[in-house]
Nanobody
């Protein structure tokens, strides 16, 4: 198991930026692919972005492509989500997740059921 703690959420105006961090502890961080998901009130938890264990490949939901960037620092056991050009519809609780799954096509990283370690979430609110 790996323990995950998110930080960096908050209130921002539309068009602004936030950087989320997720600190990992426990098992070897570099063994895990990492993902970010979000859940808005009354909606299902949805995929936002993912990054492979080495950081060499990244994946994004269409709704955030070009605005959000996922990255990781294996030396610091941390994954980041840089969010730019934020919109009110980005308002949600953002969750960090880890999976030991190796998905060579990347398709598995879009599915929340494939992640077995989750953080507690951090609230992001974008005002119009």
């Amino acid at each position: 198991q790996v323990q995950l703690v998110e930080s960096g959420g908050g209130l921002v105006q539309a068009g602004g930026s936030l950087r989320l961090s997720c600190a990992a502890s426990g098992r070897t961080f570099s063994n895990y692919a990492m993902g970010w998901f979000r859940q808005a009130p009354g909606k299902e938890r949805e995929f936002v972005a993912a990054i492979t264990w080495s950081g060499g490949i990244t994946y994004y939901a269409d709704s955030v492509k070009g605005r959000f960037t996922i990255s990781r620092d294996n030396a610091k056991n941390t994954v980041y989500l840089q969010m730019n050009s934020l919109k009110p519809e980005d308002t949600a609780v953002y969750y960090c997740a880890a999976t030991s799954l190796r998905s060579y096509s990347g398709n598995a990283y879009y599915t929340r059921e494939n992640y077995d370690n989750w953080g507690q979430g951090t609230q992001v609110t974008v005002s119009s």
